[in-house]
């Protein structure tokens, strides 16, 4: 009877420590069934047109709240529970625009392309003025000009010089790259487009004080541009400090052109060559209500033990607003959204709860994602961990464009790595194979890394995201590569599945706030 007990306690031990040994190795069975679903019955490309195309842009506003009820309702309809927009807070105005024409009438008719700036102003109607253009770089030395502002289009000087580029607009990874990143060095990026940006910086208190002079003396509108502006393919953002509850917001039409026609015009205004522009531009703040939401929904887990801890997956919905936001990020969302879809049409039953959020005003600062981090994950009297914090099994994010996933940066959790690596293998022959050990940032996960939960973002081909479609008039429904966000929401699902099936949660890289780890 001993004999045929310690057989048996034996045996079982063998059987707990093969389990644990193959605890992270993927269900083929279940990965079948998920790339059988993803790749040849998707709906991603459906979903990013409905986003896109038919909801428009996404800032935060009522173009937000447009596609933010459309995805909760799409959610809700393909079977997940507990879907809902979730207040995070205060955000402010939302703003949009109603209309945008700006021409030159002389010394001759042209069109401009132009997009305002968010959360400026308008002329109201169809207005004529003359350029005023300003070669100063000194703040103080604009106060010369007080007096000369009056219905007037400001035109600043700009040290910008256009020349052709020799280097192809989209760009994929190349296996060197990918293997530099998982030895944890740097890839070479483009130096001159993080040069531009500096600068761009550097010049924003000027620009700002001009700003403000100009709506002080009367003028009609302010133009402004980027060296990358070219091409037609203007970036755009905006001053969102002027969203703020409480402050008025600016009168002052301010309009982004293509640096083309910026050039032009500042030539010919040097030369002293009289120029006449026409514009009508309408903007339109709203206040009715002022606060910021999340769209979150839920495929419920199944392990009486585990149904309570929670692997999240999200993008963020909001965009700026000269295009449609596809590769920024309703790229992303759609993702996302299709990951769920997958496993809900599968009817596959995962242990732990599956809760996709899709999170607002990122683009102004990671507001949705940092606020529901604070508000359902930490204990703002102790900046430690709240229970619902303690069953966060793991973050996953998508927000770097169409490019198809080729791995996962690791944000510096190393004991991560194996786990991660066992669940590409599967993948290698769609091009996602690489563990990068480095943080990247920028974008949603931050929101989780932070506080030392589990949150990661995945390695994406760059394809156009940073030379055509990020932030830009260009970033529409075309710009985006069908068999890419197929690949991608193939992946997430997986990884999603795989995080909620697994006996431990994600290990943390160290303790969480106040946590003592897994």
């Not at 389990?19 to 979903?47: C, F, H, N, Y």
């Not at 969203?243 to 640096?259: F, M, N, Q, R, Y």
């Not at 709203?286 to 692997?311: C, F, R, W």
Request: with cysteine.
């Amino acid at each position: 009877m001993k004999r045929r007990l310690l057989l048996l306690s034996l045996l079982t031990c063998f059987s707990l420590a093969s389990v644990a040994q193959q605890d992270d190795k993927p269900d083929l069975a279940v990965v079948k069934q998920i790339r059988e679903e993803g790749l040849t019955r998707s709906k991603v490309m459906e979903t990013a047109f409905y986003l896109t195309d038919v909801n428009g842009p996404r800032l935060q506003g009522p173009g937000f709240m447009k596609a933010a009820n459309w995805s909760k309702n799409k959610l809700a309809e393909w079977g997940l529970q507990n879907a809902k927009l979730e207040s995070w807070g205060e955000w402010g105005k939302g703003w949009e625009i109603e209309r945008s024409y700006i021409a030159m009438t002389a010394p001759y008719y042209k069109t401009i392309i132009a997009v305002p700036r968010a959360w400026s102003g308008g002329t109201e109607k169809m207005q004529q003025a003359e350029v005023l253009y300003i070669d100063e770089s000194d703040t103080t030395a604009l106060e010369g000009y007080r007096n000369k502002l009056k219905n007037k289009v400001i035109l600043l000087h700009q040290p910008f010089a256009i020349s052709p580029s020799f280097n192809a607009d989209a760009k994929r990874f190349t296996e060197s790259d990918l293997e530099k990143m998982a030895k944890d060095e740097s890839v070479a990026r483009d130096s001159s487009y993080r040069s531009l940006i500096a600068a761009m910086r550097t010049r924003n208190a000027f620009n700002q004080k001009m700003r403000k002079l100009a709506k002080q003396g009367g003028a009609l509108a302010i133009l402004n541009t980027s060296q990358l502006s070219k091409d037609g393919t203007l970036f755009v953002s905006g001053d969102f400090a002027n969203a703020a509850t409480g402050i008025a917001h600016d009168e002052l039409a301010d309009l982004t052109i293509s640096v083309e026609d910026y050039l032009s015009l500042s030539r010919m205004a040097k030369a002293g060559v009289p120029i006449k522009l026409e514009l009508d531009v309408k903007t339109k703040f709203y206040t009715t209500d002022t606060k910021g939401y999340n769209v979150i929904a839920e495929i419920p887990g199944s392990d009486p033990k585990l149904k309570d801890e929670v692997v999240m997956l999200g993008a963020h919905l909001d965009s700026w607003h000269a295009a449609t936001g596809a590769t920024d990020n309703a790229a992303g969302c759609s993702v996302m959204m299709e990951a769920v879809r997958i496993l809900k049409t599968l009817g596959l039953k995962p242990r732990r709860t599956i809760r996709i959020a899709l999170w607002s005003g990122e683009e102004q600062g990671l507001h949705g994602s940092k606020n529901y981090v604070t508000k359902h994950f930490v204990d703002p009297a102790t900046n430690k961990l709240t229970k619902e914090g303690e069953q966060l099994a793991a973050y996953f994010n998508v927000d770097n464009g169409t490019g198809k996933i080729r791995g996962i940066y690791l944000q510096n959790n190393t004991a991560a790595g194996p786990i991660f690596a066992k669940w590409l293998e599967p993948f290698h022959d769609l091009g996602a194979a690489t563990i990068a050990p480095k943080s990247s940032g920028g974008t949603d996960h931050v929101s989780f890394d932070r506080v030392g939960l589990a949150g990661f973002g995945f390695i994406q081909d760059g394809i156009e995201y940073s030379t055509r479609t990020h932030h830009t008039n260009m970033d529409t429904y075309d710009h985006l590569i069908a068999d890419d966000l197929k690949q991608a929401s193939t992946i997430v699902a997986s990884f999603v599945y795989n995080a909620a099936m697994r006996d431990q949660k994600i290990p943390l890289k160290k303790p969480a706030l106040g946590d003592a780890g897994r």
